[in-house]
C-alpha cells in the first residue's frame, strides 16, 4: 500500500466505495441543511449550527469527525462539549459551512463521484505548497484559494 493510500485511509472512518455519487443541491446540502435564502443560512450559522451538521458531512463525505475538527480548529475537548450541548458555536458553524462548500465543489468537478473527492482534498496539492485542500482551507484566504483552484481545475487550467 502506498503512502498516499495509507494516509487517505488514515483520514477516512469509513472506507466509502469507490464511485459513491453525490446529487448537488442547496449551500449545506452535505449538513442537511435545507435554507434556501441566504438570509436563512446567516440565521442558522448566527444560532450556531446543531452538532448533527458535523456528523452530516462525516457521513456525506466518509472523513473522520476528528479529521473535519482539525480543519475547523476545534479541539477535542471542545468538540466533546459541542456534542454534549448539541450545538457548535457559531464562529465554528461558519467554518463547517465553509469545509462543506467545498467538499460540494470538489464532489461537482468530480462530477458527483464522492470518494474521488475526499482524494482530491485529502491529498497534498503543488498550487497550494504541498499542502491538502483540507488543511488549506483552515482560514478563509486558504479556502478562498482551494476555491480558485477548484475553478481553474472545471476550466481546464492545470496548475
Known amino acids: 500500500m502506498s503512502t498516499h493510500t495509507s494516509a487517505v485511509n488514515a483520514l477516512v472512518e469509513?472506507?466509502?466505495?469507490?464511485?459513491?455519487?453525490?446529487?448537488?443541491?442547496t449551500r449545506g446540502a452535505s449538513l442537511g441543511l435545507t435554507a434556501t435564502q441566504t438570509v436563512d443560512l446567516v440565521r442558522q450559522i448566527e444560532a450556531g449550527l446543531p452538532y448533527k451538521a458535523l456528523l452530516?458531512?462525516?457521513?456525506?463525505?466518509?472523513?473522520?469527525v476528528a479529521s473535519i475538527a482539525s480543519?475547523?480548529?476545534i479541539p477535542e475537548r471542545t468538540l466533546a462539549r459541542r456534542k454534549v450541548a448539541g450545538r457548535l458555536a457559531p464562529n465554528e458553524s461558519e467554518r463547517l459551512l465553509r469545509v462543506s462548500a467545498l467538499f460540494e465543489k470538489a464532489v461537482e468537478l468530480f462530477e458527483?463521484?464522492?470518494?474521488?473527492a475526499v482524494t482530491w482534498l485529502t491529498s497534498p496539492k503543488r498550487a497550494l505548497g504541498r499542502q491538502t485542500p483540507l488543511?488549506?482551507?483552515r482560514t478563509e484566504p486558504g479556502a478562498r484559494e482551494v476555491e480558485d483552484l477548484i475553478g481553474r481545475l472545471e476550466d481546464g487550467v492545470f496548475s
Open 112 to 116: 458527483g463521484d464522492v470518494a474521488s
Open 135 to 137: 488543511a488549506f482551507s
Open 71 to 73: 480543519t475547523l480548529g
Open 14 to 25: 469509513n472506507p466509502i466505495p469507490r464511485r459513491r455519487q453525490m446529487q448537488g443541491g
Open 56 to 64: 452530516s458531512l462525516v457521513a456525506v463525505s466518509g472523513l473522520t
